[in-house]
């Protein structure tokens, strides 16, 4: 057996180690119990997904989060594309101070902050409100450091154009850079957005009063003390993992370009 070979077995073996477990979720979620007793599609039906849809007010639940995440990411490309292009292309004192901070705040986990975000939100009058779910995580460390590396790649002539025929800063960075950056958008956009739709933790603790549903809460309410209809709840499941694979699958490709050309610059 030469290494192709072997690469290609290790490859198929993870491959088969993450699809089955997916796989068996679907197949349960066609069958009464939850329970995977046959793979013969005659016994599947889709009663279970009606059960899902009906009892946990999904459509609420998928505009709710629609919103909170078109929103965070949106603003953590605003706020990613402007920090980033300060700390790639403006020269002032602490840059590499502020950078080193950037940096922290990657390595720091949320679960830190919660304390002195959930009392800035309280002082503001934000708790249990829409907002709470949004400004939290409206800017983003690995955001503005990856926008950043991607400006860096970018050749400064190509500025130098844009300044000689009288554009300012932000002219360039939303007439040049940003058409060039697409990949690494796209990038930041669907690693935000699939980060925010399957967020179970800012709903629970800066919105506890349960009026704000999202979809992580809605799959929440199928898991009993005592006793879960597992095959709703990989219905559940099934049905509330379809929007982020099919955002995957639309910009997989800008997402592997993204990866590929952001590279490691000083």
């Known amino acids: 057996m030469n290494w192709r070979t072997l690469s290609w077995l290790v490859v198929l073996l993870g491959a088969v180690t993450i699809v089955l477990p997916l796989g068996l979720v679907v197949v349960g979620s066609l069958q009464?119990?939850?329970?995977?007793?046959?793979?013969?599609?005659?016994?599947?039906?889709?009663?279970?997904?009606?059960?899902?849809?009906?009892g946990a007010n999904f459509p609420l639940a998928f505009a709710l989060t629609t919103l909170v995440?078109?929103?965070?990411?949106?603003?953590?490309?605003v706020t990613s594309a402007l920090a980033g292009y300060a700390l790639a292309r403006l020269d002032f004192r602490g840059r590499q101070g502020v950078l080193l901070l950037v940096l922290a705040t990657i390595v720091i986990p949320y679960q830190v902050l919660v304390v002195p975000i959930f009392l800035v939100l309280r002082t503001g009058?934000?708790?249990?409100?829409?907002?709470?779910?949004?400004?939290?995580?409206?800017a983003n460390g690995y955001g503005i450091y990856l926008l950043r590396q991607f400006f860096l790649g970018v050749p400064r002539a190509l500025?130098?154009?844009?300044?000689?025929?009288?554009?300012?800063?932000?002219?360039?960075?939303?007439?040049?850079?940003?058409?060039?950056?697409?990949?690494?958008?796209?990038?930041?956009?669907?690693?935000?957005?699939?980060?925010?739709?399957?967020?179970?933790?800012k709903p629970l603790v800066f919105a506890p009063a349960g009026n704000l549903?999202?979809?992580q809460l809605a799959l929440s309410r199928f898991q009993e003390r005592f006793a879960t209809d597992?095959?709703?709840?990989?219905?559940?499941?099934?049905?509330?993992?379809?929007?982020?694979?099919?955002?995957f699958l639309l910009g997989q490709r800008q997402l592997v370009r993204g990866i590929a050309t952001t590279g490691l610059k000083n």
């Open 32 to 54: 009464p119990g939850g329970l995977v007793t046959g793979l013969a599609p005659g016994r599947w039906n889709l009663a279970n997904y009606r059960a899902a849809w009906a």
């Open 230 to 247: 597992f095959s709703v709840l990989m219905a559940a499941t099934v049905i509330s993992s379809l929007p982020v694979v099919a955002l």
């Open 125 to 138: 009058g934000l708790v249990n409100s829409f907002w709470a779910l949004v400004l939290p995580t409206a």
């Open 213 to 215: 549903l999202t979809v």
């Open 69 to 77: 995440a078109l929103a965070v990411t949106a603003l953590q490309i």
């Open 159 to 201: 500025e130098e154009a844009a300044f000689i025929d009288g554009a300012n800063r932000l002219q360039v960075l939303w007439e040049v850079l940003l058409p060039l950056s697409r990949p690494a958008l796209v990038t930041l956009g669907l690693f935000t957005f699939i980060a925010e739709w399957n967020d179970l933790f």
